[in-house]
């Protein structure tokens, strides 16, 4: 059985390498930007994260948890079952695994994560 561990948590910004700045002085994160993807990342020690382009789809003050699921079609369907909403099935992230968003019965997001290779 999976034990669904928080493996990845966005925060959605306005600017990104301001952002990236922030929490950096804030907390000593370990700040990684990727330009080429307007992204970046943190390592806080403990668990990743990243920072997101505000937009349509990651409004402002959204922040998103990604939960990691060895079958996100059948964790999808499993949560829709409990009430959920589907928001969007397994999808690519290239070269990295896949994800697969849900709304929970409250309204909140929540994102499943398959790495191409597990974390040892």
């Known amino acids: 059985m999976s034990t669904y561990p928080i493996v990845h948590i966005e925060f959605g910004t306005r600017d990104r390498e301001k952002t990236g ?12 930007q990727i330009p080429e993807m307007n992204y970046a990342t943190f390592d ?3 668990v990743g994260g990243g920072f997101s382009p505000v937009g ?12 990691q ?10 949560a829709q079952g409990l009430g959920a909403r589907i928001l969007n099935h397994q999808t690519e992230i290239e070269q990295v695994g896949w994800w697969g968003r849900f709304e929970d019965p409250d309204g909140n997001h929540i994102y499943f994560y398959k790495p191409i290779e597990p974390p040892s």
């Open 56 to 67: 349509v789809d990651f409004p402002a003050g959204m922040v998103a948890v990604y939960v």
């Open 69 to 78: 699921s060895d079958d996100i079609e059948a964790d999808l369907l499993r």
């Open 21 to 32: 700045k922030f929490y950096e002085s804030l907390f000593d994160w370990k700040i990684s």
């Open 44 to 46: 806080s020690g403990s």
